[in-house]
Nanobody
Framework: QVQLAESGGGLVQAGGSLRLSCAASGSTVSIAVMGWYRQAPGKERELVAGITRGGRTNYADSMKGRFTISRDNAKNTVYLQMNNLKPEDTAVYYC??????????????WGQGTQVTVSS
């Protein structure tokens, strides 16, 4: 089993920045990819960004250029730097981890979620 613990959410004004962190514990050797999803009120959960153990990244189109995902394998931690935040970025952000990929089926593991609120 793997446990994911997020931190770093909060309230920020439009144009501001936040950095989310997610620390994995447990059977972390089995994890190939980690990433972030988000879910806004009334909307489906969507993939924000993912990063493999080797550092390969992918982003949702709407986040490219504003969000940066990074990973510290030694600390089993993934980060999401969010810049130039917009009110439409308001959502609960969930850390996720999978043994293979963040695509298609739901990830193997989820964090509890952290609220990000962007005021206009």
């Amino acid at each position: 089993q793997v446990q994911l613990a997020e931190s770093g959410g909060g309230l920020v004004q439009a144009g501001g920045s936040l950095r989310l962190s997610c620390a994995a514990s447990g059977s972390t050797v089995s994890i190939a990819v980690m990433g972030w999803y988000r879910q806004a009120p009334g909307k489906e959960r969507e993939l924000v960004a993912g990063i493999t153990r080797g550092g390969r990244t992918n982003y949702a189109d709407s986040m490219k250029g504003r969000f940066t995902i990074s990973r510290d394998n030694a600390k089993n931690t993934v980060y999401l730097q969010m810049n130039n935040l917009k009110p439409e970025d308001t959502a609960v952000y969930y850390c996720a981890a999978d043994k293979f990929a963040l695509a298609g089926s739901p990830p193997d593991y989820w964090g509890q979620g952290t609220q990000v609120t962007v005021s206009s």
